[in-house]
Protein backbone atom coordinates (compact mmCIF):
# COMPACT_ATOMS: atom_id res chain seq x y z
CA UNK A 1 0.00 0.00 0.00
CA UNK A 2 2.78 2.60 1.03
CA UNK A 3 4.86 1.65 -2.24
CA UNK A 4 1.20 2.35 -4.32
CA UNK A 5 0.64 5.48 -2.42
CA UNK A 6 4.44 6.63 -3.10
CA UNK A 7 4.15 6.33 -7.33
CA UNK A 8 0.66 7.81 -6.94
CA UNK A 9 2.24 10.75 -5.77
CA UNK A 10 5.11 10.82 -8.06
CA UNK A 11 2.76 10.39 -10.67
CA UNK A 12 1.05 13.07 -9.35
CA UNK A 13 3.97 15.48 -9.02
CA UNK A 14 4.58 14.88 -12.79
CA UNK A 15 1.28 15.73 -14.07
CA UNK A 16 1.36 18.81 -11.82
CA UNK A 17 4.54 20.09 -13.14
CA UNK A 18 3.19 19.74 -16.40
CA UNK A 19 0.54 21.72 -15.93
CA UNK A 20 2.07 24.73 -14.07
CA UNK A 21 4.32 25.52 -16.80
CA UNK A 22 5.67 29.18 -17.96
CA UNK A 23 3.94 29.88 -21.45
CA UNK A 24 6.44 32.14 -22.67
CA UNK A 25 9.78 29.81 -21.79
CA UNK A 26 12.02 30.23 -24.87
CA UNK A 27 12.15 28.14 -27.68
CA UNK A 28 14.22 27.05 -30.37
CA UNK A 29 17.92 25.57 -29.90
CA UNK A 30 19.92 26.10 -26.14
CA UNK A 31 22.86 25.59 -24.72
CA UNK A 32 24.32 25.47 -20.91
CA UNK A 33 20.84 25.32 -20.14
CA UNK A 34 20.29 24.49 -15.84
CA UNK A 35 17.81 23.00 -14.01
CA UNK A 36 17.83 24.29 -10.48
CA UNK A 37 15.38 21.59 -8.85
CA UNK A 38 15.65 18.39 -8.59
CA UNK A 39 12.83 15.74 -8.37
CA UNK A 40 12.24 13.35 -4.94
CA UNK A 41 12.65 10.03 -7.41
CA UNK A 42 15.98 10.59 -8.40
CA UNK A 43 18.00 10.49 -4.94
CA UNK A 44 19.95 8.25 -4.21
CA UNK A 45 17.72 5.83 -2.10
CA UNK A 46 15.34 5.93 -5.11
CA UNK A 47 17.66 5.20 -7.52
CA UNK A 48 18.66 1.86 -5.18
CA UNK A 49 15.34 0.54 -5.32
CA UNK A 50 14.25 1.25 -8.85
CA UNK A 51 17.69 0.38 -10.46
CA UNK A 52 19.92 -1.68 -8.28
CA UNK A 53 18.44 -5.27 -7.14
CA UNK A 54 17.14 -5.87 -3.93
CA UNK A 55 19.91 -8.18 -2.43
CA UNK A 56 23.25 -5.44 -3.92
CA UNK A 57 20.98 -2.68 -2.82
CA UNK A 58 21.27 -3.91 0.62
CA UNK A 59 24.90 -4.38 0.57
CA UNK A 60 25.12 -1.18 -0.16
CA UNK A 61 22.53 0.39 2.01
CA UNK A 62 24.54 -1.58 4.44
CA UNK A 63 27.60 0.08 4.00
CA UNK A 64 25.87 3.40 4.20
CA UNK A 65 24.66 2.66 8.37
CA UNK A 66 27.25 5.35 9.71
CA UNK A 67 25.51 7.97 7.49
CA UNK A 68 21.57 6.93 7.03
CA UNK A 69 21.14 10.85 5.23
CA UNK A 70 23.33 9.53 2.31
CA UNK A 71 19.71 7.81 1.09
CA UNK A 72 17.78 10.63 1.23
CA UNK A 73 20.57 12.99 -0.73
CA UNK A 74 21.19 13.87 -4.35
CA UNK A 75 24.35 12.33 -6.41
CA UNK A 76 25.08 15.05 -7.93
CA UNK A 77 24.57 18.75 -7.66
CA UNK A 78 21.95 20.30 -9.77
CA UNK A 79 22.94 23.40 -10.29
CA UNK A 80 26.14 22.35 -11.63
CA UNK A 81 25.28 20.41 -14.94
CA UNK A 82 24.35 21.48 -17.78
CA UNK A 83 21.66 20.71 -21.59
CA UNK A 84 21.21 21.20 -24.73
CA UNK A 85 17.86 21.01 -25.41
CA UNK A 86 15.51 21.72 -28.40
CA UNK A 87 12.13 23.32 -28.13
CA UNK A 88 9.51 23.75 -31.43
CA UNK A 89 8.98 27.08 -32.10
CA UNK A 90 4.92 27.74 -31.96
CA UNK A 91 2.98 26.94 -29.15
CA UNK A 92 2.57 23.97 -27.65
CA UNK A 93 -0.66 21.43 -28.92
CA UNK A 94 -3.52 20.96 -27.02
CA UNK A 95 -2.73 18.30 -24.95
CA UNK A 96 1.66 19.51 -24.27
CA UNK A 97 4.61 18.79 -25.90
CA UNK A 98 6.20 15.77 -26.02
CA UNK A 99 9.48 14.83 -24.66
CA UNK A 100 12.84 13.21 -25.21
CA UNK A 101 15.64 12.70 -22.77
CA UNK A 102 18.49 11.51 -24.76
CA UNK A 103 21.26 9.51 -22.97
CA UNK A 104 24.38 10.25 -24.97
CA UNK A 105 27.24 8.15 -25.73
CA UNK A 106 29.57 11.34 -26.53
CA UNK A 107 30.83 13.86 -23.49
CA UNK A 108 29.25 17.27 -24.82
CA UNK A 109 25.87 18.05 -24.62
CA UNK A 110 24.42 18.12 -27.98
CA UNK A 111 21.47 18.23 -30.45
CA UNK A 112 21.35 16.62 -33.48
CA UNK A 113 20.75 19.06 -36.66
CA UNK A 114 19.37 16.05 -38.85
CA UNK A 115 16.71 15.42 -36.25
CA UNK A 116 15.43 18.67 -35.73
CA UNK A 117 12.64 18.69 -38.47
CA UNK A 118 11.22 15.65 -37.43
CA UNK A 119 10.98 17.09 -33.50
CA UNK A 120 9.38 19.86 -35.18
CA UNK A 121 6.93 17.82 -37.06
CA UNK A 122 6.14 15.88 -33.92
CA UNK A 123 6.18 18.96 -31.38
CA UNK A 124 8.76 16.92 -29.10
CA UNK A 125 11.44 18.07 -27.01
CA UNK A 126 14.58 17.45 -26.91
CA UNK A 127 17.37 17.73 -24.13
CA UNK A 128 20.48 15.86 -23.55
CA UNK A 129 23.41 16.00 -20.77
CA UNK A 130 26.55 17.08 -20.73
CA UNK A 131 29.22 14.80 -19.21
CA UNK A 132 27.03 11.86 -19.86
CA UNK A 133 28.88 10.06 -21.91
CA UNK A 134 30.22 6.19 -21.78
CA UNK A 135 33.36 7.52 -19.45
CA UNK A 136 30.91 8.87 -16.85
CA UNK A 137 29.78 6.76 -13.67
CA UNK A 138 26.01 5.36 -14.88
CA UNK A 139 24.18 4.86 -11.55
CA UNK A 140 25.49 8.42 -9.85
CA UNK A 141 25.98 10.38 -12.87
CA UNK A 142 24.58 9.24 -16.00
CA UNK A 143 20.87 8.08 -14.88
CA UNK A 144 20.67 11.21 -12.47
CA UNK A 145 21.29 13.33 -14.76
CA UNK A 146 18.15 12.42 -17.27
CA UNK A 147 16.19 12.42 -14.38
CA UNK A 148 17.28 16.11 -13.97
CA UNK A 149 16.32 16.71 -17.35
CA UNK A 150 13.02 15.15 -17.45
CA UNK A 151 12.06 16.76 -14.55
CA UNK A 152 13.45 20.20 -15.51
CA UNK A 153 11.90 20.52 -18.79
CA UNK A 154 8.23 19.37 -16.74
CA UNK A 155 8.44 22.17 -14.87
CA UNK A 156 9.72 24.63 -17.22
CA UNK A 157 7.13 23.39 -20.05
CA UNK A 158 3.77 22.15 -20.71
CA UNK A 159 4.82 18.54 -21.26
CA UNK A 160 2.20 15.44 -22.37
CA UNK A 161 3.06 13.09 -19.43
CA UNK A 162 2.01 10.53 -21.95
CA UNK A 163 4.20 11.74 -24.20
CA UNK A 164 7.83 11.09 -22.38
CA UNK A 165 10.34 9.13 -23.91
CA UNK A 166 14.12 8.64 -23.20
CA UNK A 167 16.44 7.68 -25.62
CA UNK A 168 20.15 7.49 -26.26
CA UNK A 169 22.64 5.85 -29.03
CA UNK A 170 25.00 3.10 -28.64
CA UNK A 171 25.95 3.19 -25.22
CA UNK A 172 23.60 5.60 -24.22
CA UNK A 173 20.95 3.68 -25.58
CA UNK A 174 21.52 0.95 -23.07
CA UNK A 175 21.40 3.20 -20.43
CA UNK A 176 17.97 4.14 -21.89
CA UNK A 177 16.65 1.26 -21.45
CA UNK A 178 17.78 0.70 -17.84
CA UNK A 179 16.06 4.19 -17.14
CA UNK A 180 12.42 3.13 -19.02
CA UNK A 181 12.33 -0.18 -17.04
CA UNK A 182 13.21 1.50 -13.53
CA UNK A 183 10.87 4.57 -14.29
CA UNK A 184 7.94 3.33 -16.49
CA UNK A 185 5.85 6.23 -14.16
CA UNK A 186 8.08 8.88 -15.67
CA UNK A 187 8.96 7.58 -19.03
CA UNK A 188 6.09 5.87 -21.62
CA UNK A 189 8.29 5.06 -24.18
CA UNK A 190 11.80 4.20 -25.04
CA UNK A 191 14.13 4.71 -27.87
CA UNK A 192 17.00 2.36 -28.59
CA UNK A 193 19.26 3.72 -31.22
CA UNK A 194 21.94 1.00 -31.96
CA UNK A 195 22.38 -0.39 -28.52
CA UNK A 196 20.15 -2.76 -26.31
CA UNK A 197 20.74 -5.50 -23.75
CA UNK A 198 18.60 -8.24 -22.10
CA UNK A 199 16.47 -7.44 -18.97
CA UNK A 200 16.30 -9.92 -16.09
CA UNK A 201 20.43 -9.96 -15.07
CA UNK A 202 22.60 -8.48 -13.12
CA UNK A 203 23.16 -5.41 -15.61
CA UNK A 204 19.45 -4.75 -15.89
CA UNK A 205 17.81 -6.05 -12.66
CA UNK A 206 13.77 -5.72 -12.56
CA UNK A 207 12.27 -2.87 -10.71
CA UNK A 208 9.85 -3.79 -7.97
CA UNK A 209 6.86 -5.66 -9.30
CA UNK A 210 4.35 -2.48 -9.26
CA UNK A 211 6.65 -0.67 -11.33
CA UNK A 212 7.71 -3.92 -13.75
CA UNK A 213 3.78 -4.43 -14.29
CA UNK A 214 3.30 -0.67 -15.18
CA UNK A 215 6.43 -1.05 -17.59
CA UNK A 216 5.03 -4.28 -18.97
CA UNK A 217 1.42 -2.55 -19.46
CA UNK A 218 2.52 0.96 -20.23
CA UNK A 219 5.44 1.30 -21.73
CA UNK A 220 6.20 1.11 -25.66
CA UNK A 221 10.12 0.11 -26.70
CA UNK A 222 11.14 0.93 -30.33
CA UNK A 223 14.52 -0.29 -31.14
CA UNK A 224 16.25 1.72 -33.95
CA UNK A 225 19.10 -0.13 -35.73
CA UNK A 226 21.84 0.13 -39.11
CA UNK A 227 20.97 -2.50 -41.29
CA UNK A 228 24.44 -3.11 -41.79
CA UNK A 229 24.91 -3.15 -37.97
CA UNK A 230 25.71 -6.63 -37.45
CA UNK A 231 26.52 -6.89 -33.87
CA UNK A 232 23.67 -4.40 -33.00
CA UNK A 233 21.24 -6.32 -35.06
CA UNK A 234 22.09 -9.26 -33.03
CA UNK A 235 21.91 -7.30 -29.46
CA UNK A 236 18.37 -6.34 -30.83
CA UNK A 237 17.12 -9.94 -31.46
CA UNK A 238 18.74 -10.89 -28.05
CA UNK A 239 16.71 -8.01 -26.23
CA UNK A 240 13.60 -8.58 -28.11
CA UNK A 241 13.27 -12.39 -27.04
CA UNK A 242 14.10 -11.70 -23.41
CA UNK A 243 11.58 -8.26 -23.54
CA UNK A 244 8.92 -11.36 -25.00
CA UNK A 245 10.20 -13.53 -22.16
CA UNK A 246 9.27 -11.06 -19.89
CA UNK A 247 5.82 -10.00 -21.09
CA UNK A 248 6.99 -7.12 -23.04
CA UNK A 249 4.70 -7.22 -25.78
CA UNK A 250 4.69 -3.47 -27.15
CA UNK A 251 7.67 -3.58 -29.22
CA UNK A 252 8.87 -2.72 -32.51
CA UNK A 253 11.58 -2.11 -34.86
CA UNK A 254 13.10 -0.13 -37.38
CA UNK A 255 15.49 -0.77 -39.90
CA UNK A 256 17.58 2.03 -41.71
CA UNK A 257 18.87 0.68 -45.04
CA UNK A 258 22.59 0.95 -45.99
CA UNK A 259 23.70 2.19 -42.29
CA UNK A 260 26.23 0.41 -39.94
CA UNK A 261 27.00 1.85 -36.28
CA UNK A 262 25.93 5.44 -36.77
CA UNK A 263 23.80 7.99 -35.38
CA UNK A 264 20.04 7.65 -36.61
CA UNK A 265 19.40 9.61 -40.22
CA UNK A 266 16.38 12.04 -40.42
CA UNK A 267 14.48 9.47 -41.95
CA UNK A 268 14.91 6.77 -39.64
CA UNK A 269 14.46 9.21 -36.55
CA UNK A 270 11.33 10.12 -37.61
CA UNK A 271 10.22 6.82 -38.54
CA UNK A 272 10.90 5.85 -34.82
CA UNK A 273 8.81 9.05 -33.52
CA UNK A 274 5.79 7.66 -35.63
CA UNK A 275 6.11 4.59 -33.64
CA UNK A 276 6.63 5.38 -30.41
CA UNK A 277 3.30 7.62 -30.84
CA UNK A 278 1.34 4.85 -31.54
CA UNK A 279 1.18 2.10 -28.72
CA UNK A 280 -0.23 -1.31 -29.82
CA UNK A 281 -3.36 -2.42 -27.96
CA UNK A 282 -2.29 -4.22 -24.79
CA UNK A 283 -3.45 -7.82 -24.50
CA UNK A 284 -4.59 -8.69 -20.75
CA UNK A 285 -5.26 -12.30 -21.39
CA UNK A 286 -1.62 -13.22 -23.01
CA UNK A 287 -0.02 -10.84 -20.17
CA UNK A 288 -2.05 -12.26 -17.45
CA UNK A 289 -0.84 -15.73 -18.59
CA UNK A 290 2.83 -14.73 -19.38
CA UNK A 291 2.91 -13.32 -15.30
CA UNK A 292 1.52 -16.32 -14.18
CA UNK A 293 4.49 -18.59 -15.80
CA UNK A 294 7.07 -16.15 -14.16
CA UNK A 295 5.84 -16.37 -10.80
CA UNK A 296 5.16 -20.17 -10.85
CA UNK A 297 9.17 -20.32 -11.84
CA UNK A 298 9.74 -17.32 -9.12
CA UNK A 299 7.97 -19.86 -6.58
CA UNK A 300 9.40 -22.95 -7.27
CA UNK A 301 13.23 -21.19 -7.00
CA UNK A 302 12.22 -19.65 -3.60
CA UNK A 303 10.89 -22.77 -2.46
CA UNK A 304 14.17 -24.78 -3.28
CA UNK A 305 16.02 -21.94 -1.02
CA UNK A 306 13.73 -22.64 1.84
CA UNK A 307 14.13 -26.08 1.04
CA UNK A 308 18.31 -25.48 1.35
CA UNK A 309 17.95 -23.88 4.38
CA UNK A 310 16.11 -26.09 6.19
CA UNK A 311 19.00 -28.85 5.36
CA UNK A 312 21.23 -26.23 6.70
CA UNK A 313 22.96 -25.79 3.19
CA UNK A 314 23.49 -21.98 3.85
CA UNK A 315 25.88 -21.49 1.38
CA UNK A 316 24.07 -23.37 -0.98
CA UNK A 317 21.23 -21.21 -0.65
CA UNK A 318 23.25 -18.07 -0.65
CA UNK A 319 24.47 -18.84 -4.00
CA UNK A 320 21.13 -19.63 -5.12
CA UNK A 321 19.67 -16.34 -3.82
CA UNK A 322 22.24 -14.49 -5.81
CA UNK A 323 21.12 -16.36 -8.37
CA UNK A 324 17.47 -15.51 -8.16
CA UNK A 325 18.44 -11.82 -7.42
CA UNK A 326 20.25 -11.05 -10.29
CA UNK A 327 17.68 -12.89 -12.86
CA UNK A 328 14.02 -11.64 -10.91
CA UNK A 329 15.23 -8.56 -8.91
CA UNK A 330 12.45 -6.40 -6.93
CA UNK A 331 9.72 -9.35 -8.01
CA UNK A 332 11.53 -11.12 -5.83
CA UNK A 333 11.96 -8.87 -2.81
CA UNK A 334 11.29 -8.77 -0.08
CA UNK A 335 11.59 -12.46 -0.19
CA UNK A 336 15.04 -12.96 -1.18
CA UNK A 337 16.29 -10.32 1.56
CA UNK A 338 14.87 -12.00 4.16
CA UNK A 339 15.92 -15.46 3.30
CA UNK A 340 19.47 -14.00 3.27
CA UNK A 341 19.62 -12.53 6.04
CA UNK A 342 18.50 -16.51 7.50
CA UNK A 343 21.39 -17.76 5.96
CA UNK A 344 23.20 -15.84 8.13
CA UNK A 345 25.48 -13.67 5.40
CA UNK A 346 26.72 -10.28 5.86
Known amino acids: ?????????????????????????????????????????????????????PLNAARIERGLAGNPAALQALPLDPSQQRFALYVPPGP?????????????PWDDARVPPQWIPALDRHHVIFVSAAHSGNDADVLNRREPLALLAAYGVMQRYRVDPARVYVGGFSGGSRIALRLALGYPDVFRGALLDAGSDPIGNAQIPLPPAELFHRFQQSTRIVFLTGEDDNIRQAQMAHARESLHDWCVFDVDSVTMRSVSHDLADAQGFGQALDDLA?????????????????EARMKAQLLAVRRL???????????????????????????????MDSTGAH
Not at 22 to 43: C, E, I, M, N, R
Not at 92 to 104: D, H, I, K, S
Not at 317 to 335: E, K, M, S, V
Request: hydrophobic share 50%.
Open 278 to 294: EPAALDRAALADCRAGI
Open 1 to 53: MITRLVLSCLALAVSVTAAGTSADAPTGLQHDVAFAAFPAYAKNGELLRRLVS
Open 309 to 339: LDSHRNGDAQTLLRNIDAQYGGLAAPQTTAL
Open 92 to 104: PPAGGYALLVFVP
